[in-house]
DNA sequence: CGGCTTTGACCGGCGC
DNA sequence: GCGCCGGTCAAAGCCG
């Protein structure tokens, strides 16, 4: 209820508006997208084909980067179940995914998940209290991208629970939160409607499956359009934490069609489009670590 | 009755 | 220290 009365108008955003794509910074790594350890080129994605531009949106300066990723389908090996941002994205209703975005806290310790983790406790007697002081509360990395739907909840091939929504500082959509229901498994998503779009939902997903999609895909995995929306992103993503500058991407800034490509989502990933669709454009979009 | 959503309360981080 | 805000909890209610 005071929730919905505190927002203000600070922008939600740390902007890097003066600076370029800051490939200094040795926390971004390209292949922290997808997080795959034991595969070099895992999702097809290439860093090489990646570029950057900047762009203005309202007031802010956007710097953009865009990635090409490989349209193969890695469909001959077996899903790892701990495939790092396990999602399998199956759009329906015409959506069209334009943005995918990371954030991963690789280097700090998460212990924070830990009791949801091991469901062994009584973790449900009361709320963890007085967490190990001086241990930083470490994020799952996660992986956002807008979507063009009329439904919130995309579905995914997951079963989720919600667990909670909040008002959204800056904007007249709330935010659900919610908890794959899978045991032990705590991935989790957010879902919120861009203010300045509407007609695009924001899906944040943070954590990893241990499990495989309870559902099976395969048979209508061809939801999304070839259609792929890449306006200017809206400055809604005020769920992500301030210390990442956001890269969203626009379409109408990279006249070379290099720039998209299908989207392989690794084995676990967003299953995007179907295999036999046509060429489906898409840029990526990222998080990257503002510096201290 | 089980699973899910709703919703107010609570907690922790962070900026001032 | 205080207030704001994002995120989560958990009781209550809803629904098939």
């Excluded at 008002?167 to 919120?192: G, H, L």
């Excluded at 209508?220 to 929306?229: E, G, K, R, T, Y």
Aim: proline residues 10%; contains cysteine.
């Amino acid at each position: 209820m005071s929730d919905q009365n505190n927002i203000n108008s600070n922008h939600p955003y740390n902007m890097g508006s003066d600076q370029g794509f800051p490939f200094s910074d040795h926390n971004f790594n390209p292949f922290m997208l997808f997080n795959h350890p034991h595969h070099q080129n895992p999702n097809g994605f290439d860093p090489s084909n990646m570029s950057f531009t900047n762009f203005l949106h309202g007031d802010a300066q956007y710097n953009t980067l865009s990635a090409a990723f490989d349209p193969s389908c890695s469909s001959s090996h077996e899903p790892p179940v701990n495939d790092s941002i396990s999602n399998c994205t199956k759009s329906n209703n015409n959506s069209s995914v334009s943005l995918s975005s990371l954030e991963a806290g690789v280097e700090e310790e998460s212990k924070d998940l830990q009791p949801k983790d091991c469901e062994d406790g009584d973790v449900k007697s009361k709320r963890v209290k007085g967490k190990n002081k001086g241990e930083k509360k470490q994020r799952e990395a996660r992986f956002a991208f807008m979507t063009k739907s009329e439904v919130d909840n995309l579905e995914d091939g997951y079963r989720w629970r919600k667990y909670g929504q909040k008002a959204v500082k800056n904007s007249p959509f709330p935010r659900s939160y919610y908890r794959c229901t899978s045991q032990k498994c705590n991935v989790k998503k957010r879902i919120e409607r861009s203010y300045e779009d509407p007609s695009m939902v924001i899906t944040t997903y943070e954590g990893q499956h241990n499990h495989h999609c309870p559902g099976t895909l395969r048979g209508n995995a061809a939801m999304l359009p070839p259609s792929v929306l890449l306006s200017p992103p809206p400055l809604s993503l005020s769920s992500f934490p301030q210390n990442f500058f956001l890269f969203p991407t626009s379409q109408q800034n990279h006249p070379n069609p290099s720039y998209f490509t299908h989207f392989n989502p690794p084995l676990g990933q967003p299953q995007l489009p179907d295999q036999s669709s046509p060429l489906v454009h898409m840029t990526s979009s990222f998080l990257h670590r503002r510096e201290p």
